[in-house]
């Protein structure tokens, strides 16, 4: 039951959460928000952009091949608009 604390025979005590669904935002973007902040001290020194390969979170969060020079990520592309071919799918 929400907010109810039960004991169990072998003494684990059993709390109903009220309105978990309500919390989830604040979390998730708590989470998000440290997620990201650690992300921007991993990769600055000294206020500066530093992107170290070597270092194994910088290589995760980097776009390109593994070996050799990496280049930018490529832009997003705007989906283009239906053509009269499209026109007969649905």
Known sequence: MPDERVVTS????????????????????????????????????DGMLDLDPADEVVDAVLVGPSEGPREPAAPAVAPSSPTSEDSHVR
């Open 10 to 45: 072998r003494g684990v005590t059993v709390i109903g959460a009220g309105n978990l669904p309500s919390g989830m935002a604040a979390a998730a973007s708590a989470m998000y928000a440290r997620n990201v902040a650690a992300l921007v001290a991993a990769v600055t020194h």
